[in-house]
């Protein structure tokens, strides 16, 4: 099973609302990531989990709040987002971050999320 | 600011003939990667080369590696309309003393359309 998969794929919500986005792998990867994407745009790191500790912050607003609950699932919890955090919340593994170094990553579809 | 830079943005071709698409980057690196991206999904990932190697193989896509330039071109050859998709390099940034940063920075892609 090489799959990551994502829930939901889409999302509106008010800027009020608070809501997560869920991601889960099943293949024994020990890096995960959340990224963001503006269209027509490459994609963003945002977080890093490795064994399931944070282990990079790419000085996201605090109305983005990561969590890793087990090996195989990552969250992101949003509260009070504003208009311009509208776009695809891509999440993604990897093997490790082996030695430090960077492997392939697997990403899941996205979720598309609108900021009302 | 983004690590990898391709060119060009933009290229339409018709099925059968060769797409080339070129990365530049800035720092160090262990490894170069390339992704495609279809409207709106995730990524996949194509072909990694280490930092180590001059050119890879996969198929239909030939990977080069050029660190002295700090470049890498894709190459895809006996295009089909399937290969129409954004393609984005991303790199692995390698501090001095050669360990990973622990993430993949992505260069701003390339758009390929390939007309039947």
């Known amino acids: 099973d090489t799959e990551v998969t994502q829930t939901p794929k889409h999302l509106v919500m008010g800027m009020t609302n608070k809501k997560s986005l869920k991601c889960e792998q099943h293949m024994g990867h020990r890096a995960m990531y959340w990224y963001k994407q503006k269209a027509k745009k490459p994609p963003e790191l945002m977080f890093v989990y490795s064994y399931e500790k944070l282990s990079i912050n790419e000085s996201v607003p605090s109305r983005f709040s990561p969590e890793c609950p087990n090996s195989s699932l990552l969250n992101l919890h949003l509260h009070a987002l504003q208009p311009e955090d509208s776009a695809l919340y891509l999440c993604a593994s990897s093997q490790s971050l082996l030695q430090g170094k960077q492997e392939t990553q697997y990403f899941g579809p996205g979720t598309r999320l609108l900021v009302l | 600011s983004q690590q990898g830079e391709e060119d060009p943005q933009a290229l339409s071709i018709q099925e059968g003939e060769n797409a080339t698409m070129n990365c530049s980057y800035k720092?160090?690196?262990?490894?170069l990667q390339w992704y495609r991206q279809n409207s709106g999904r995730g990524l996949v990932h194509l072909i990694l080369?280490?930092?180590?190697?001059r050119e890879k193989h996969s198929g239909r896509l030939r990977v080069t590696l050029d660190t002295s330039k700090k470049s890498s071109s894709l190459l895809i050859t006996a295009s089909r309309a399937a290969d129409t998709a954004s393609y984005f390099c991303a790199t692995d940034g390698r501090s001095a003393g050669g360990t990973s940063y622990g993430k993949l920075t992505f260069g701003q892609g390339t758009i390929l359309t390939v007309h039947p």
């Open positions: 080369i280490r930092s180590n190697e």
């Open positions: 720092t160090s690196i262990n490894n």
